[in-house]
DNA sequence: AGTCAATTAGGAACCATTCCGCATTACCAT
DNA sequence: ATGGTAATGCGGAATGGTTCCTAATTGACT
């Protein structure tokens, strides 16, 4: 229940009493269908004003801000590359790739015992973060040598 | 081994050939004695200042990142809040405090294992990022209810 | 159709971080 | 100790993703 689709995330919406706009689905359409990229805000950005006209940058952040606070996509955010939105909201690592910035999902088989970590440290998890930074498969085959630039 | 000394980082930076400078020595005794906190750059520059009067930021900003950049601290990239920098670079996962931003470090007992992952997906990890988001013991008991702002 | 609150567009503002050019300095060999 | 030299430091401007602001628009519901 946690894959995203277009009709979900429009009932989502509703039950939240949140309105359906066209800039919404034009960005929500571009999340479906770009959803192995993890893209960033102005990928949305320039795709999404391909279905809508005259969408603003504004509104896209303001989307997708939205769906994040609703829980509907999540975050990722990054310092020098942009902010990156997901809708596979199951417990993962993300797999950053240094070359393409491409942003794999690795079910964790599994993963570190939450409840342990409450209990021994009275630190109360909301929320979590697993990522591995790298290269993919296809970066390491394009060339010998992967530490260059 | 991984646990940091001035001497250690002093150390370090002859090796590789870069210089000692008060500014630099300033900044490690920051970066050592609010280990525990792990330090932002404002920070890091507002508390070295004391030591090394007329520092600069941007000397601060291209001296974390100096040592970052030769792997003698790690540099904790977040968006909202500003960067921030540990000394403690075995595999562990971070603890981020929603409320006070604190830091705590939690020693993963068995990590999720790298190896295969690699076997996988083929992917190559060079580094990892593991943090748990939520609200420290202290926080949590200042107030009955956590979630407001 | 009418009402109202949510949403949007556009641009200014924000701010951590980086960049730039020049002055200063740590370090090594003499 | 001294001098040469490349690294480093400084200060301020620039950068760029994101947020903020306000007026105008538009969905959703009656």
Do not use: W
Request: aromatic share 6%; net charge positive; glycine share 8%.
């Amino acid at each position: 229940m946690t894959e995203i689709t277009k009709e979900s995330i429009i009932k989502q919406l509703k039950e939240r009493g949140l309105k359906v706009t066209p800039q919404r689905l034009a960005i929500i359409e571009v999340l479906i269908e770009h959803r192995q990229l993890h893209p960033g805000a102005r990928f949305v950005y320039e795709e999404a004003k391909k279905k809508k006209r005259g969408l603003s940058l504004s509104t896209v952040y303001a989307t997708l801000g939205e769906l994040s606070r609703h829980g509907i996509i999540k975050t990722l955010q990054f310092d020098q590359i942009e902010n990156r939105y997901e809708g596979n909201l199951e417990q993962h690592i993300n797999l950053i790739c240094e070359k393409c910035k491409k942003i794999l999902d690795y079910k964790v088989p599994n993963a570190v015992d939450q409840r342990r970590v409450a209990k021994k440290t009275g630190f109360s998890i909301t929320d979590t973060r697993l990522e591995y930074y790298g290269y993919c498969r296809e970066c390491l085959g394009e060339e010998g040598s992967k530490g260059g630039e």
